[in-house]
């Protein structure tokens, strides 16, 4: 008979399935972002007119830019370009945001009632169908690709609610920090593989092959998702004993409660440490909107790389923002000698403060002396926002507790607004994308991350507040997402002390 050691080692993943759920759901929510930012990466390549069959014949002509059928429907996909305004240009960007912000309070309620499990899947089959008919799309109709967008945007809606689940239900209460870091990283994740291999593949094979590219890694994973995952740590067929144990330490499960009908929401949105929290959110996405969709056309239009170039190079920043985001989120857990507090002020401000700092250095420093040096200070500030896993992002669920599911809700609709403004903001004061323009934009990022900063590290806490009391005989996961179960084992002990 095999003894209980050896069930764990075979059935158990030697105690760290919760590792192969946090790789799964961060690969997952990755690529779900990714199937919406791609058209930004490979966006300079549909509009780069020079690269279209006709351009040759054009600067023959006496015709104007808007006189040329540049997406013909004689000629095939990857050969089509458009000539977008500035108008469509915002609304390419903006649509998909606006669409997350208008689902994030539907798609809450039915993650509440059927839980992530259901209510992601059926996003990933709906984002993966929208994905791959993108190109035909856009090629036939400017508003409806508005439409399509804004109903990719839904299928994003319910990414930061669905980290704030995991974190809740799967991490351990000292792996907490490793886990928001993890999670929150999925924005940059998306961009890291999205930008460069859009560029190049752009390039190489056509602009359509970015999208078929990903929707299949997008299905791929959707599957992956559904098969894996478990809205319970405590149901899923690879947690053992032991793992679970180690899960729920330290979580109060043994109370009676009613899931979302308790969440106080009138307190939590009165919470001046929360608003903090959301400000601080303001700062960080606003800046965030530039390295996913700004920064490529920044290095081609001022720094003068090819769309290639562009991609590779975006990259840089962006692993580097991992990085730090990755040891942040692992070192912020294990400094023992400073407090809570001070470690989620000190890191806020390298992440805010810090990029406000370089933007304005960036502003004041004119390109075209060393294209290195030019996208080293470029590649700083986007890389230093990597720093805010273990600030703001840390401080919402610490505060907020079993409610940082709706915490992380408000979160979605703040960052996604800040994307949507930035899709606005940033074409409008960059028309010609010449350096003086956006001169005005790094000015702009440099104010608002220090304002942002200043207001977080005033009201910033590292205790759970009154009304973020665990309640219930549920998990976490399980009080807001309302599921009625049964009282779990009672007086758990530490998993270490044996």
């Known amino acids: 008979m095999v003894d209980q050691d050896e ?28 199937s919406i930012i791609c058209y930004n990466a490979c966006y300079v390549s549909m509009v780069n007119l020079h690269s279209s069959p006709y351009y040759d014949d054009f600067i023959t002509s006496n015709k104007s830019i808007d006189e040329v059928n ?29 669409g997350a912000i208008a689902a994030v309070v539907p798609m809450s309620r039915l993650t509440a009632r059927f839980g992530c499990h259901k209510v992601m899947t059926i996003s990933g089959v709906f984002g993966t169908i929208l994905v791959i008919i993108t190109p035909l799309v856009v090629s036939w109709s400017f508003p409806v690709f508005v439409m399509l967008r804004v109903f990719q945007g839904i299928t994003l809606a319910n990414l930061f609610t669905t980290a704030g689940v995991v974190v809740n239900e799967w991490a351990a209460m000292n792996e907490k920090g490793l ?20 560029g190049a593949l752009a390039t190489s094979a056509g602009w359509p092959w970015v999208f078929y590219l990903h929707g299949a890694i997008l299905g791929a994973l959707t599957i992956l998702w559904a098969v894996y995952y478990r809205d319970r740590a405590v ?121 406000s700092i370089f933007f304005i250095i ?32 840390k ?9 940082s599911p709706f915490v992380m809700s408000i979160v979605q609709i703040i960052a996604c607004s800040s994307l949507m403004a930035g899709s606005f903001l940033v074409p409008a004061l960059t028309p010609t994308d010449s350096f003086s323009e956006w001169q005005r934009v790094f000015m702009v ?54």
């Not at 429907?73 to 606006?98: C, I, V, W, Y």
């Not at 928001?180 to 940059?188: D, F, G, R």
């Not at 207001?455 to 973020?468: C, G, L, N, S």
């Open 7 to 34: 069930e764990e080692r075979r059935y158990g993943c030697a105690g760290g399935n919760r590792y192969i759920v946090l790789v799964i759901s961060l690969l997952f929510l990755s690529f779900m972002l990714s």
């Open 70 to 98: 540049w997406n013909d429907p004689d000629l095939p996909l990857s050969q089509r370009r458009f000539a977008f305004g500035t108008a469509e240009k915002s609304l390419g960007f903006a649509a998909g945001f606006l």
């Open 179 to 198: 886990f928001i870091s993890v999670l929150s990283a999925h924005v940059e994740m998306g961009a890291v593989f999205t930008m460069p291999v859009s």
């Open 235 to 355: 149901k899923h067929p690879f947690v053992q004993r032991k793992e679970w144990r180690k899960i729920s330490f330290g979580k109060k499960l043994n109370q009676t409660g009613k899931g979302p009908n308790e969440t106080p929401i009138r307190k939590i949105v009165s919470s001046i440490v929360i608003w903090g929290v959301w400000i601080a959110v303001i700062g960080n996405f606003l800046v965030s909107q530039f390295s996913i969709s700004y920064a490529p056309i920044y290095l081609r239009g001022v720094i003068g790389c090819t769309p290639t170039e562009a991609g590779l190079l975006t990259l840089i920043p962006m692993a580097c923002l991992l990085v730090i985001k990755f040891s942040t989120g692992f070192f912020s857990d294990r400094i023992k000698s400073i407090s809570d507090l001070t470690k989620m002020k000190m890191f806020n401000s390298c992440a805010l403060l810090g990029s």
């Open 362 to 393: 960036l502003a004041c420093s004119s390109p075209g002396g060393s294209k290195v040096l030019d996208v080293i200070l470029l590649s700083i500030p986007m890389a230093l926002l990597g720093f805010s896993s273990g600030g703001y992002s």
């Open 395 to 403: 401080c919402a669920v610490m505060v907020s507790g079993q409610y």
């Open 445 to 498: 990022y440099g104010a608002v991350l220090a304002i942002t900063n200043t207001i977080f590290i005033v009201f910033a806490r590292a205790e759970p507040a009154k009304w973020a009391q665990q309640k219930g005989d549920l998990t976490l996961a399980e009080a807001v997402m309302g599921s009625e179960v049964k009282p779990v084992e009672q007086g758990v002990v530490d998993p270490e002390a044996n």
